[in-house]
C-alpha cells in the first residue's frame, strides 16, 4: 500500500472480531519495529507478544480496552539500556519504544491488520502482574487483529488542525 494511504487509512480499532493475526504477518509487524530508530541505536526496546488466554487475561484486568484483539503486543524498553540527553532531564526510553510502537502500528496497518495503542492501564502494575523484569518499564500496548463487520473509525478521527495551526516556520 501506499504510505500516503496507510498514514490516511489507519484508525484506532475498537472492536476486533476475534480472527487471530496470521504469523507472517506478525512477523512483518515486529520486523518494522526491530528496524526503527532508536538513539545511539541502542534498541532498548523489549517486545512481548500476548496471545495466550492466561497473558490476555491479565491484560483484561488493568485495562478495559482491549476490545477483543485476539494478539496485545507490550512495548517495553529496558531503563538501564538508555541514551541520557545533555543536561541530564530527560532519556530515550520512551521516546524510542513510541517510535518502535509507531512502527508497528504502521506495519500492521500495511498488512491489513488493524490495531489500536492502549495507554489506558497502570505500566507499574501490568508490569508486575505479566512477571517483567524490574528494569524494563511498559510504555503502551498495541492491540492487534481484524476489524469486527461493523467497526469503524470514531467520529472524531478525521478532524484534524490545520498545519498553520501545528506548524511554525523559525
Known sequence: MEFSEVVKNRYSCKKFDGRKVERD??????????LAPTAKNLQEQVIYVAESEEALAKIDAVTPCRYGAPTVLVVAF??????????????SGIEDAAIVATHMLLAAANAGVDSCWLNRFDPDVLAKSLGLPENEEILMLLDLGYAAADTKPLENHCKRKPLSETVKYI
Open 25 to 34: 504477518k506478525l512477523n512483518q509487524i515486529l520486523e518494522a519495529g526491530r
Open 78 to 91: 529496558d531503563k538501564n539500556n538508555v541514551y541520557t540527553y545533555p543536561g541530564e532531564k530527560r532519556n
